[in-house]
């Protein structure tokens, strides 16, 4: 639209953003200054452009004025740039004519000097109608987005998410790390503040992903790569060998009940090495997928070669298969919901607690385990030792709330040591202490429950606990752990015996967290759990188009949040797909391909590995999808043959000719 | 036999805004506003046992500007400077330096109770110290004894008898060389202020 003489036409717009701007800017002034700046056939200033008065103003100026160009001297382009463009291409111009200048986060709200804020927005404006001028008219590309979605974790959030994607129709595949899906949730006893039986919520769930027909479940599995872009992601799966066929093996246990070790003699890991089982085993009752697996760790066969195998004679369906290897599996995804959770902190760290040294120190992943009926005790709460404990101390914060290991609250840890209190409290009837710092019991019911525990007679000691010993000061000491802690309340130090210690640690990111991330290409918070594009407005996107996020490997959370994470994350994925396409910000980088050299230094520098180099015709080429128009490749290339849109180097040197014309 | 019935209200007035940051500006103080209470300095501490105030206490005292109230406690004396508190501190705050300061503001308030030896040590020590590069303990035992408590000195007599016949208590003042070298390297670190001095200017 050049109104077929060639001449630009700049219509230039100044908001006052209500008093954001023209508080400190003098908006009038600034649009008079405009008026006469080369190429501005219409200037205004207006209240709110961003209003649908203002962003008529624009579509009725093209239309009768015949502009081409539009800048608007506003607030940030992270805002308003979409709009603004969008106004403009209603009245029938390409959007990419319109350019923002951000005169409220550069010049209003950072200067209180009227005079020289309002000279700074005329060199900012200045350089904007300098650029504009270059502006092409650009096209968004439009790329097909895959109906499929991943779900890397099947924990509650990997579950909750899995299901909602399937429910809608689309495609899943869940993939899990261990042997069955359930994550931590699978290990817990009752859930907090209600006491639902864990198992009786999740299990249903478990079942339901495992029988649904939209849902492909690969245990015992990790994603190996990933690669491609939003949409289009192409990922490989490695499903690590379990020695048995997972379609033929219906979990009858008569493998295991056959095994040549009669009595189960190695550390179970689900049951946090507190149990034992067999090489062949199965880790809980309602493990889904309901198979069995052998552990070549501590299987006779794999370790001598000279079992006689009574498992396989025992199967009745064949289902064992000794010469199972890794194998792989590649798929296309649209979109990717990470859900790796959690691990758990490790006392050993905070060695005052003497976990590790004193057999009746205890995580609080532990007692979950002895307080449920299918753990290692039938329920019962018993320690190490044998004996029932008459009175247990629950400490808080360990690693938590501290500069020396975690530095961040948990979140949960308040919540499941009431919740530990109560149970240990009705399994063995002992006097329970609770060692805090702080009672963080926000939540629906939660300070409810927090009353309950008060009035079912739970000691409650504010302070966080220095030491436990078995040095006895007293005769009542004698035989127990001495928890030694300053009554912060009562304002002076206290020693108490218990018998038991449950040390209530706290959640870290996993330990392989940042090879996910790298995987996965999103980033970290300093504390290493995923980030999410925005903590507020964005908290299950990624920096990365089509990566999502739900549950505790985002940060510490319960099961409530989990699974609204995981509902948010499935909702955001399948807005994605449903679409079934996505439109490209065109202001990539491109390759002009006469001029590169194929010298192949733009290729690793790019962060969102969109460039590739092409065998053929010996030059780099760059993925328009992936890229993201950081312009790193541009500044680096020797040849200078790259080049970004809305950022080409006649558009950027008049900026900065007209930046400096008053200078 | 009764109770004895006072007030323990405390009113904003009673506090001094200024305490807190001046204290903070101190070194090894910055953090004391880092505190969360959770007691671990007093939990860890060996004598907090004996405190009136215990070291959380002392902090929390200190932040809310009860200066009197931290200055007159016994905590900063009984402080034995073991470390542990810091050691342990899951916010990092180096509770003994900021007893130190505490103890410096008492000395210069002179806010311990007529004869009490411990301020008296340190400031007869130093400016031993300041003075020769060393101590002297004989002449600074009789200084401790002088200006506290003359008596107890002179019911130790035996004992310092011995010392002398030992050899452990000499009647010269013990120097270093070069004295005026060492008082411009305390005057450059900021000496008394307990601020950091950097060099003068």
Known sequence: ?663 | MGFTVRQTIKYEAETDPGFAPLIKEKRGCEKLEACIQCGTCSGVCPLSIYMDHTPRQVILLTRSGFRDEVLKSNTIWLCASCYECTVSCPKDIKITDIIYSLKQEAIRARAYPRGFPIPVLAKEFYKMVRGFGRTTESFLVVKLLLKTNILAGLKMWKLGLQLVKSGRFGFVPESIKNRGQLQQILERVGEGNGTNGGPKK
Request: glycine share 8%; net charge neutral; hydrophobic share 40%.
């Open chain 1, 1 to 663: 639209m050049d109104n077929g003489d060639g001449k630009v036409r700049i219509g230039f717009y100044v908001c006052h953003c209500g008093t954001n701007i023209a508080g400190t800017v003098d908006v009038a002034s600034v649009a008079k200054y405009a008026a006469g700046l080369p190429g501005v056939a219409v200037s205004r200033d207006y209240k709110y452009m961003c209003s649908d008065p203002g962003q008529d103003l624009i579509g009725e100026d093209i239309r009768e004025h015949g502009l081409n160009r539009i800048v608007v001297a506003a607030c940030s382009p992270c805002l308003h740039e979409a709009t603004f463009r969008t106004a403009t291409a209603r009245a029938g111009l390409n959007p990419f004519f319109c350019h923002l200048v951000n005169i409220r986060e550069h010049a209003s709200w950072v200067h209180s000097d009227r005079a020289a804020a309002t000279a700074k927005v005329y060199d900012l404006i200045r350089a904007a109608c300098g650029r504009v001028r270059h502006h092409k008219a650009l096209e968004r590309k439009r790329v097909n987005v895959r109906p499929e979605v991943l779900v890397v974790g099947g924990g509650i959030a990997g579950i909750q998410a899995a299901l909602t994607v399937a429910e809608s129709g689309k495609k899943v595949y869940l993939v899990e790390r261990e042997p069955t899906i359930g994550g931590h949730m699978a290990m817990f006893d009752k859930t907090f503040p209600t006491l639902d039986c864990a198992a009786c919520i999740l299990t249903p769930k478990m079942s339901q992903v495992k029988a649904h027909p939209n849902i492909t479940l690969w245990t015992y599995s990790e994603v190996a790569a990933v690669e491609g872009f939003v949409g289009n992601f192409k990922v490989k799966v490695r499903r690590k060998p379990r020695y048995v066929n997972e379609e033929a093996c219906v979990g009858c246990m008569e493998c295991v009940d056959a095994c040549i070790y009669k009595e189960p003699k190695f550390e179970d890991e689900f049951n946090q090495r507190l149990g034992k089982r067999k090489p062949v085993y199965m880790s809980f009752p309602q493990a889904t997928p309901k198979v069995v697996q052998i552990d070549p760790e501590t299987c006779l066969h794999f370790k001598t070669g000279k079992c006689k195998q009574p498992c396989i004679a025992s199967c009745s369906r064949n289902a064992f298969d000794f010469n199972q290897e890794e194998r792989f599996e590649d798929i296309d995804v649209g979109a990717i919901i990470v859900a790796t959770g959690f691990k758990p902190f490790d006392p050993a760290r905070s060695p005052k607690y003497g976990y590790g040294h004193f057999p009746n120190v205890y995580t609080s992943l532990e007692v979950e385990r002895l307080v449920n009926s299918a753990g290692p005790t039938g329920g019962e709460v018993v320690m190490r030792d044998g004996r029932k404990p008459k009175s247990v101390g629950i400490v808080h914060c360990v690693g938590s709330r501290n500069l020396q290991t975690n530095r961040w609250c948990s979140k949960v840890c308040c919540m499941y040591s009431l919740k530990l209190a109560h149970l240990i409290k009705e399994h063995t009837h002992a006097e329970v202490y609770n060692f805090y710092i702080d009672m963080r019991t926000p939540g629906k019911g939660y300070e409810e429950f927090y009353n309950q525990l008060l009035e079912e007679g739970v000691h409650f000691i504010r302070g966080k606990v220095a030491e436990v010993t078995d040095w006895a000061m007293t005769p009542e000491e004698e035989g127990k752990l001495v928890m030694r802690v300053e009554d912060t309340l009562a304002g002076f130090v206290r020693r108490i015996p218990v018998d038991m210690v449950v040390l209530a640690v706290g959640l870290e990111p996993q330990a392989d967290a940042q090879g996910v991330r790298r995987m996965f290409n999103i980033s970290c918070s300093s504390e290493g759990f995923f980030l999410e594009r925005h903590p507020k407005l964005a908290p299950v996107d990624t920096a990365t188009d089509g990566v999502y996020l739900a549950g505790a490997c985002q940060g510490p959370k319960d099961i409530p949040d989990s699974v609204a994470q995981a509902g948010a994350a499935a909702a955001q994925a399948m807005a994605l797909i449903d679409k079934g396409y996505i439109e490209m910000e065109p202001n990539a980088a491109f390759i002009d391909s006469e001029e590169c050299s194929g010298c192949k230094s733009c290729i690793p520098l790019c962060p969102y590995t969109a460039i590739s180099f092409d065998e053929v015709t010996v030059k780099a080429t760059i993925n328009e999808a992936l890229c993201k128009g950081c312009g790193t490749c541009v500044a680096a290339c020797p040849s200078g043959s790259i080049k970004q849109n809305l950022f080409e180097d006649v558009e950027i040197f008049s900026e900065i000719e007209e930046v400096l014309a008053n200078a």
